[in-house]
């Protein structure tokens, strides 16, 4: 079974930058994986997508800013967050999805972000 396990996050100022790693704890054929983000009491936000070919998708309140990628070498997720604002401030997930069209079936335990004004 898939384990994944995020890593990067932190306290930094508006403006500044986090980069998050997830690392899986092997190499798996998936359809997609993904960044999620939650706050208490809200529900979870997709943040950005990567397919098997490399094709991105992000979420409006990222774009521009945020920068999905993946290294299948070292079977690692990152996200890499520019200009980061206090409404960035959440938990964050990376989540696999192995059949395209499946909900992502693989989760990690989430590195928090939290942005100060």
């Known amino acids: 079974q898939m384990q994944l396990v ?32 939650q706050v208490p009491g809200n529900a979870r936000e997709g943040v950005a997508t990567i397919e098997s070919d490399g094709s991105t998708t992000y979420a409006d309140s990222v774009k521009g800013r945020f920068t999905i990628s993946q290294d299948n070498v070292k079977n690692t997720l990152y996200l890499l967050m520019n200009s980061l604002k206090p409404e960035d401030t959440a938990m964050y997930y990376c989540a696999a999805q192995m059949v395209a069209g499946a909900e992502f079936a693989y989760w990690g335990r989430g590195t928090q972000v939290t942005v100060s004004s």
């Open 6 to 37: 995020e890593s990067g996050g932190g306290s930094v100022q508006a403006g500044g930058s986090l980069r998050l790693s997830c690392v899986a704890s092997s190499r798996y054929t998936y359809s997609s994986m993904g960044w999620f983000r």
